[in-house]
């Protein structure tokens, strides 16, 4: 055996057992024979070796919960890696939604817009409707013109134009007022949509940074609270004393379910987690379909479908495998 050797604690008490029954035979005879210096040296000596197989015992535990702590502390570094990669893909997924969601905003207020200016593009510009005095001296006119007053109906023209130039400009404000009203109402409605969502998108993100927030405080506090169970339970099994009995006590006995649950398993435990390992599976591997990457040509000794081999009959209706086809 080499010093560096894994042996099982059973093994470890057996081996000590058959040395110490021929050592406490010798010492018989030792005692018998009246050689009691040469049996209490013998006796010192066994003495020795059991406090060297109690140490045995003590670096076996003390070399597992060191492992315990190196898996444990590499568990956790993957845990943290795998928790930011899970919450930077959240957020670009967040930020998809979000962008999402604008561009269809956007493009109902262009549909808005364009529906809009349709409507405004059939709306005919509606008769001009004169004032009351301006028809006045418009029949003033065609009286003055029937009683040959041609001066006067000159004057009234000038009066007439003069007035149907300021009531046709103040007709033409009155009506692109009403489309431009029509405008206004449309943008104030839009901006206020745009509000609405960029509310929306914020509550929405808070919401999602609060999931991401509340998901590492409960992986730290998991992490946390495994390590502070695996450090009491190692306490507690490191001030145990050796056992040299191949039965071992209550203590050490291992109840059933004891790799799943045991607290000073938790390093292994937890990175079988973090690896995707399922209680009972030998080892964790990615799938082959998985591994394997269709997009390249095909490997050596892989046929079509219409290549495969076939069955021919052969003589008395028997069949046969052709690897040629034919």
């Not at 110490?20 to 010492?27: R, T």
């Not at 040469?38 to 003390?62: I, P, T, V």
């Not at 099994?237 to 607290?263: C, F, I, Q, W």
């Not at 479908?305 to 086809?325: L, V």
């Amino acid at each position: 055996l080499a010093p560096d050797d894994k042996i099982d604690r059973r093994e470890q008490v057996l081996m000590f057992r058959a040395v110490e029954a021929e050592m406490e035979a010798e010492l018989k005879a030792l005692m018998a024979e009246g050689r009691f210096d040469e049996a209490k040296e013998l006796g010192f000596r066994l003495e020795a070796l059991r406090s060297e197989f109690g140490g045995l015992q003590l670096k076996d535990e003390m070399d597992r919960q060191n492992r315990q702590k190196k898996l444990f502390d590499k568990a956790k570094k993957i845990k943290k890696r795998q928790l930011k990669e899970r919450h930077s893909s959240w957020t670009t997924d967040v930020e998809a939604v979000c962008k999402e969601m604008v561009e269809d905003a956007e493009k109902t207020f262009d549909i808005e817009r364009e529906n809009l200016a349709l409507e405004m593009s059939r709306i005919e510009k509606p008769r001009m409707k004169y004032s009351k005095a301006r028809m006045e001296y418009k029949n003033a006119e065609v009286r003055l013109c029937a009683l040959k007053q041609y001066d006067d109906a000159k004057n009234v023209r000038r009066m007439l134009k003069s007035i149907d130039k300021r009531e046709e400009a103040k007709f033409d404000k009155e009506f692109e007022d009403k489309m431009q009203a029509k405008i206004d109402k449309l943008t104030a409605f839009q901006a206020g949509a745009r509000e609405r969502l960029n509310e929306k998108l914020s509550a929405f993100r808070w919401k999602e940074l609060r999931k991401r927030s509340n998901e590492s405080h409960v992986a730290e506090t998991s992490v946390k609270n495994k390590l502070r169970d695996m450090h009491h339970s190692m306490t507690l099994d490191g001030r145990m004393k050796p056992e040299l009995t191949v039965k071992p006590s209550a203590l050490l006995a291992k109840r059933e379910h004891y790799k799943e649950n045991a607290s000073k398993l938790r390093g292994e435990q937890f990175l079988d987690k973090v690896k995707g390992k399922k209680m009972g599976d030998a080892v964790f591997i990615d799938s082959l379909c998985t591994l394997h990457n269709f997009a390249d040509s095909r490997l050596d000794g892989t046929k079509k479908y219409e290549e495969r081999h076939t069955w021919k009959p052969y003589q008395s209706g028997k069949m046969y495998f052709n690897k040629d086809g034919f």
